[in-house]
């Protein structure tokens, strides 16, 4: 059993659900990212998703490009983001990290070198944006063999036959991108997204997350109802960029975001 697939268990037995947060490795700084790890789990992160600065990232609106660049002013690379989970599991080897980027970088180090380094550092799962399952005959080979989860996306306008597919090559857990669009680009529509979820439930076994759109606690726990754990991403994100000059101040933003979250995701806890 993964780390990624324990921790949702548990919290399954116990009525609840996840709290998935995503921040950029590498902003505002490289120096600053294992502290604010810390600080999302301390805040009630289930999971984190780091991403892995990217110069060209599709699938993300204007406030993670910003992030990214902010990384890669400083240099931030995949390896560095290893190195960053490493650093992190000196201190909590119970947190599951997934990291979530483009196909690029890891093209560039060697898809096996990559598993392999990612493997010995503590990651846990992949989520590789632009890699659908039909193109990942060479890359999920080399996660399965290593324990690492594979991670895919599903859309509003996936097909039943194609969420089928997807979750025969996933594991883990599926991401549900809930609008149409860019990260942080929209307002959710939780009916529409009860409705997609509970179908996608029919189709698969595996856990449901739920990502866009979910910018404060009530949205989150209108996810909560409907999902098996919420992802939160471009809030934290515009967070981090606002508080950028000052660490501890980042810190307490960040704290004084996630914290309600979690709260009112406990409160729906059966």
Known sequence: MSRIEGVLKALKGQGRKALIPYITAGDPHPDVTVDLMHTLVKAGADIIELGVPFSDPMADGPVIQLACERALVHGTSLRQVIAMVKEFRKTDDATPVVL??????????????????AKEAGVDGILTVDLPPEEADEVAPLFTQRNLDAIFLLAPTTTDDRIRAISEHSSGYVYYVSIKG???????????????VNHIHELTALPVGVGFGIRDAETAAAVGRVSD??????????????????????????????????????????
Not at 100 to 117: H, K, R, S, V
Not at 182 to 195: K, L
């Open 100 to 117: 979530m980027g483009y196909l690029n970088p890891m093209e560039a180090m060697g898809y096996e070198q990559f598993a392999d380094a």
């Open 182 to 196: 860019v990260t942080g680009s929209a307002t959710i529509n939780v009916d529409e997204v009860a409705q997609k």
């Open 229 to 270: 754990g919420v992802i939160v991403g471009s809030v934290l994100v515009d967070t981090i960029a606002r508080n950028q000059a000052d660490t501890d101040q980042l810190k307490r933003a960040l704290t004084d975001l996630l914290h309600p979250m979690r709260e009112a995701l406990d409160s729906l806890a059966s």
